[in-house]
T-cell receptor, first 110, second 113 residues
Framework: GEDVEQSLFLSVREGDSSVINCTYTDSSSTYLYWYKQEPGAGLQLLTY?????DMKQDQRLTVLLNKKDKHLSLRIADTQTGDSAIYFC??????????FGAGTRLFVKA | DVKVTQSSRYLVKRTGEKVFLECVQD?????MFWYRQDPGLGLRLIYF???????EKGDIPEGYSVSREKKERFSLILESASTNQTSMYLC????????????FGPGTRLTVL
């Protein structure tokens, strides 16, 4: 069945780059997403990539997609304490359902 | 900006009580969703609705029901709350029938004693 996996925790120092990785199983995924959840809040879309793209850059964020390996990564350059949050990887295949990973908790040390 | 609101941020109920969680979106979205979020399990889909009065079971519908009488409002009902339903409940909506970004409410943290 469909599954999205990601590590549960990542710790980096302020100013370093963070790389959050995700693997998914459904090869028919159309869109892949990264959502951010700050403490006490719901999820907010951070960025997304269409499945026919390899890379997308948006300011400090870089998304890399390796479709062959079904691997998605999110790189945050110059990580700040305000980036501390839970980051969810998600995939959808054009239907109603979006499959979410368990979330990676990013902890930024000052 | 799309706004998705949920009726309560925190709720404490007793085992066996009937619980209503309300969600309202103000952007005329077609689709609405209820998820529960538990540590290490991510978001699991309980029910979704693609139109008024239409509903579909998600991955974990047992113990829950839903109601969508108006397009903007999607209610999650726990007929008889149990302690294993203690969780964070998130509502989301999307504009159309294709693969759209999900817009989330702030969540309701439900504790069942």
């Amino acid at each position: 069945g469909e599954d999205v996996e990601q590590s549960l925790f990542l710790s980096v120092r302020e100013g370093d780059s963070s790389v959050i990785n995700c693997t998914y199983t459904d090869s028919s995924s159309t869109y892949l997403y990264w959502y951010k959840q700050e403490p006490g809040a719901g999820l907010q879309l951070l960025t997304y990539i269409f499945s026919n793209m390899d890379m997308k850059q948006d300011q400090r964020l870089t998304v890399l997609l390796n479709k062959k390996d079904k691997h998605l990564s999110l790189r945050i350059a110059d990580t700040q304490t305000g980036d501390s949050a839970i980051y969810f990887c998600a995939e959808s295949t054009g239907g109603f359902k979006t499959i979410f990973g368990a979330g990676t908790r990013l902890f930024v040390k000052a | 900006d799309v706004k998705v609101t949920q009726s309560s941020r925190y709720l404490v109920k007793r085992t066996g009580e009937k619980v209503f969680l309300e969600c309202v979106q103000d952007m005329d979205h077609e689709n609405m969703f209820w998820y529960r979020q538990d540590p290490g399990l991510g978001l699991r889909l309980i029910y979704f609705s693609y139109d008024v009065k239409m509903k579909e079971k998600g991955d974990i519908p047992e113990g829950y029901s839903v109601s969508r009488e108006k397009k903007e409002r999607f209610s999650l009902i726990l007929e008889s709350a149990s302690t294993n339903q203690t969780s964070m409940y998130l509502c989301a909506s999307t504009p159309g029938r294709s693969t759209d970004t999900q817009y989330f409410g702030p969540g309701t943290r439900l504790t069942v004693l």
